[in-house]
Every structure is written in C-alpha cells, then in structure tokens.
C-alpha cells in the first residue's frame, strides 16, 4: 500500500517570502500522479498543483511550484511571494494511474501560517 | 468549473438514530465517488469507494454496515450512519472524479459534512 509522509506539521512565513512543505511517499509502482491540496479554514479542498510522474519537468502554478524527484520519492511544494489568503492546511496526496486506482492517499497535512 | 455539492453541510442528531448525507455531482458524471472522514486536525481518511450500479469498496477498518452506501446514479451517492454514537462524530468529505474527462484529471471534492452525535 502506498503511504505519503509530510514531516513538518506547522510552517510559518512571513508575507511575501517563500515556504517549501516536504513531502515523502512510498510506493512500488513507476507510474503515478501526485498532487497538493489546500484547506483552508472553509475545510473545501482545493486543487494546488499536480504532477505526473512521468514528467521530468517540475509543475508551476503562478506561484505554486514542486521539486519532484522521483528516485528519492520525494515531492516538495514552494509557495513564493506568500500572502495572507494563503494560510491554510496542505496535503500532499498520492494517486496511482492504474485504471482501478482512483483514489487519493494523504499525508498528514502542513499547516501554514502566514504573518503580516 | 465541475461542482460536487454536498448536503447538509452540517447535521446533529442523537446517538442511535441514523443519518444520510447526499453527494450529487451537478454538471458531470460520475461512475466513481469517494467517501472521506475527517477528525479535528487530522487528515482525510479514505473510508470506501462508490461506484455507480454496483457495491461499494470499503477500506480496511470500516464497517460496512454501519456506513451504508448508495450510489443509484451517475450523479448522485449517499452515505447513511446508522445507529450513530457520539465516537461517529467527524467531518465527512466526498469527492468525484468527471467520468468523461482525462484519467489525470483532478478529483471534485464536496464541502463537506460535519456530524456532531449527542
């Protein structure tokens, strides 16, 4: 079974500087997706970023950006330019590309506090 | 964009009485759903997947007849606590994946559930 690790429980920036979350997986299958979601205190889980793993390229989302590096299973988000609206909880989530592996594995969550 | 909605967004009931929670996806289909729990602070545990004309797929741990699942139509999947106690108590999340669209194509999650048994 697939597990995803996210080591960092509370991460705190100050507005308009950078925060790098951590994200760790485990898994025995080459391909996959991996995503990152943020709940904000509405708790509605909204899409961040997400990568396939068969992609080389690192994925960018204005200012959302991962260091995925698949040998080491590794799949960090950087936040840039951080502003308030961006505190929240963040989980990294694992999802297979076989066709009966829908379903999302999450980490533990990150949560991210954003000073002013 | 596509739009999972999620009723009630909050219920309260007493302990040994049963609950239902609607998932409906509005402006897709879809042949899979997935249920989620949520405890304070935690993350999203995946409780079974839903799939449209058949049985659900529960994962290790859940009881299957004490969270019943329902999923009649390509839009629409309950989840139903029966004789719920005060331990039921959490935040239920669905999600939906667009049955017509790519196989990388995000998940829809609703906004949740929060169920408080008295």
């Known amino acids: 079974a697939q597990t995803v690790t996210q080591s960092q429980p509370e991460m705190s920036v100050q507005e308009a500087e950078t925060v790098t979350l951590s994200c760790t997986y485990d898994?025995?299958?080459?391909?996959?997706?991996l995503f990152w979601y943020k709940q904000p205190p509405s708790r509605q889980m909204i899409l961040v970023i997400r990568?396939?793993?068969?992609?080389?390229q690192n994925a960018t989302e204005n200012r959302f950006s991962v260091n995925f590096q698949k040998a080491a299973k590794s799949f960090s988000l950087k936040i840039s330019d951080s502003q308030l609206g961006d505190a929240a909880m963040y989980f990294c989530?694992?999802?297979?590309?076989?066709?009966?592996?829908?379903?999302?594995?999450f980490g533990g969550g990150t949560r991210v506090l954003v000073k002013p | 964009g596509a739009v999972v909605s999620q009723h009630p967004s909050w219920v309260i009931c007493k302990s040994g009485t049963s609950v239902k929670i609607e998932c409906r996806s509005l402006?897709?289909?879809?042949?899979?759903m997935f249920w989620y729990r949520q405890f304070p602070k935690q993350s999203l545990m995946l409780m079974a997947t839903?799939?449209?004309?058949?049985?659900?797929?529960?994962e290790q741990g859940v009881e299957k007849d004490k969270f019943l699942i329902n999923h009649a139509s390509l839009t629409l999947s309950t989840l139903t606590v029966t004789s719920a106690h005060p331990e039921d108590s959490s935040f239920y999340i669905c999600?939906?994946?667009?049955?017509?669209?790519?196989?990388?194509?995000?998940?829809?999650f609703g906004n949740g559930t929060r169920l408080t048994v008295t």
């Open positions: 839903s799939n449209e004309g058949s049985k659900a797929t529960y």
């Open positions: 990568q396939e793993a068969y992609k080389q």
């Open positions: 898994t025995s299958e080459s391909d996959y997706y």
């Open positions: 989530a694992y999802r297979s590309a076989r066709a009966a592996g829908n379903k999302l594995t």
């Open positions: 999600s939906a994946r667009d049955a017509q669209g790519a196989f990388i194509s995000p998940l829809h």
């Open positions: 402006d897709f289909q879809a042949t899979t």
